[in-house]
């Protein structure tokens, strides 16, 4: 899967796909940066803030010099 199909599924605000395909590739590769992202911001539009909170605060730790991921958690 790429990238780009969730950003479409996402753009044409099908987030709940959008999500369970998030959720299935980060089965395989869940330190995957770019999905784990995409995830978090799902989250936060479904009000799953603990959800998102935690995949922010794993990609910090992976990434501390990413400040638009403060952004997003504050």
Known sequence: M???EVIN???QKL???AKIKCEDFLKNSPNNQEFL???AGLYLLD???QK???IYTKLLNAD???FS???NIG
Request: proline content about 4%; charged content about 20%; overall charge positive.
């Open 37 to 39: 992202f995409l995830l």
């Open 9 to 11: 599924l996402i753009n």
């Open 64 to 66: 501390p010099k990413n």
């Open 47 to 49: 009000r799953k803030f």
């Open 52 to 54: 998102s909170i935690n």
């Open 15 to 17: 987030y709940y796909k």
């Open 69 to 71: 991921l403060y952004n």
């Open 2 to 4: 790429k990238i780009q």
